[in-house]
């Protein structure tokens, strides 16, 4: 091959992402250019071949699995050794990652494993809590504490937390709650007296509705272009004074709809509930 042995720089030997449906660009963890007469690419499999290459848009947006990256020579149809790097997703909504949990087998005798947010180990910045960590770049490393020394460090590892997180907060259970007093039901419960005391067993609601066969469905509507409801002819306002909490399912854009503001209260508009987030 002709000088494309010196592969890249910096390639991350673990890119750790959280959150759902992230991506991560993989060129943006490569440092320096490629040797004359090369091109860098990257592979979802080995042995390393044309029909494992992926597209620069794909590498821009990798999702979960194992990659390779190489340098190419057209010219002289050959490659570079690979580097590895893996990409893994978490579970929302963790807001920090378990770097003991990319290590296995035993530390060398007299040694322990650190992880480190710097190159060159030292107290300073020697991770204090490896099992819950935020966002960043991690080193890990084997101290021998007795003679004061550090085995090289390992390739860094990217930690990268989401920030949008769908919160998935479990429901209060516990405590005083009050009785659902109003209930429809698909069930045979209706008409019948105290039955299963229903639906007053369905703590904390203002309306219970339940069946095996059947679904709740909001009201349906189409939204114009200016982002407000109207009936079929597209012009006609189907709901003229909405209020703050009021919910319709756009039949448009195809999602649940909610009238609320953005800014405080101050402005107030339809919106997709397309991200759930956890309440202040």
Same mark, same amino acid.
């Given at each position: 091959m002709?000088?494309?042995?010196r592969?890249?720089?910096?390639?991350?030997?673990f890119?750790?992402?959280?959150?759902?449906?992230q991506?991560v660009? &993989?060129?943006?963890h490569?440092?320096?250019?490629?040797p /004359?007469?090369t091109?860098? =690419?990257?592979?979802n499999a080995?042995?390393?071949?044309?029909?494992?290459?992926i597209?620069?848009?794909? @590498?821009a947006?990798a999702?979960a699995g194992?990659?390779?990256?190489?340098?190419?020579?057209?010219?002289?149809?050959?490659?570079?050794?690979y580097?590895?790097v893996?990409?893994?997703?978490?579970?929302?909504?963790?807001?920090?990652f378990?770097?003991?949990s &990319?290590?296995?087998?035993?530390?060398?005798a007299?040694?322990?494993?650190e992880?480190h947010?710097?190159v060159?180990?030292?107290s300073?910045?020697?991770?204090?809590? @490896?099992?819950?960590v935020?966002?960043g770049?991690?080193?890990? *490393?084997?101290h021998?504490?007795?003679?004061s020394?550090?085995?090289?460090?390992s390739?860094?590892?990217?930690?990268? &937390?989401? /920030?949008?997180?769908l919160?998935?907060k479990?429901a209060?259970t516990?405590?005083?709650?009050l009785?659902?007093?109003?209930g429809?039901?698909?069930l045979g419960?209706?008409?019948?007296?105290?039955?299963?005391?229903?639906?007053?067993?369905r703590?904390?609601?203002? &309306?219970?509705? =339940?069946?095996?066969t059947k679904?709740?469905?909001p009201?349906?509507?189409?939204?114009?272009?200016?982002?407000?409801? *109207?009936?079929?002819?597209?012009?006609?306002l189907?709901?003229?004074?909405?209020?703050e909490?009021?919910? *319709?399912?756009?039949?448009t854009?195809?999602?649940?709809k909610?009238?609320?503001s953005?800014?405080?209260g101050?402005?107030?508009?339809?919106?997709?509930?397309?991200?759930?987030?956890?309440?202040?």
């Amino acid at each position: 091959m002709k000088n494309i042995h010196r592969l890249l720089s910096v390639i991350m030997m673990f890119i750790t992402v959280f959150g759902f449906s992230q991506t991560v660009n &993989l060129n943006t963890h490569v440092t320096g250019t490629p040797p /004359t007469g090369t091109v860098l =690419e990257w592979h979802n499999a080995i042995p390393i071949s044309s029909t494992n290459v992926i597209t620069s848009a794909q @590498a821009a947006a990798a999702s979960a699995g194992t990659y390779y990256a190489v340098y190419y020579d057209n010219v002289n149809a050959c490659y570079s050794p690979y580097s590895k790097v893996k990409v893994v997703t978490g579970t929302c909504p963790s807001t920090t990652f378990n770097l003991t949990s &990319l290590t296995s087998g035993t530390a060398p005798a007299g040694t322990i494993l650190e992880w480190h947010t710097a190159v060159i180990p030292n107290s300073s910045n020697l991770v204090s809590n @490896a099992a819950a960590v935020p966002s960043g770049t991690y080193y890990a *490393v084997y101290h021998d504490i007795t003679n004061s020394c550090y085995s090289p460090v390992s390739e860094p590892v990217i930690v990268s &937390l989401s /920030t949008s997180c769908l919160c998935y907060k479990p429901a209060i259970t516990t405590g005083a709650t009050l009785d659902s007093k109003v209930g429809i039901t698909s069930l045979g419960r209706a008409g019948t007296t105290n039955m299963d005391n229903w639906p007053m067993n369905r703590k904390g609601a203002w &309306l219970v509705i =339940e069946s095996k066969t059947k679904a709740f469905i909001p009201n349906r509507v189409k939204f114009n272009s200016s982002n407000v409801p *109207v009936a079929d002819d597209g012009v006609t306002l189907v709901i003229t004074s909405p209020v703050e909490g009021m919910m *319709v399912f756009d039949a448009t854009n195809k999602c649940l709809k909610m009238y609320t503001s953005t800014d405080g209260g101050t402005t107030f508009g339809w919106f997709c509930m397309a991200t759930q987030t956890c309440p202040d």
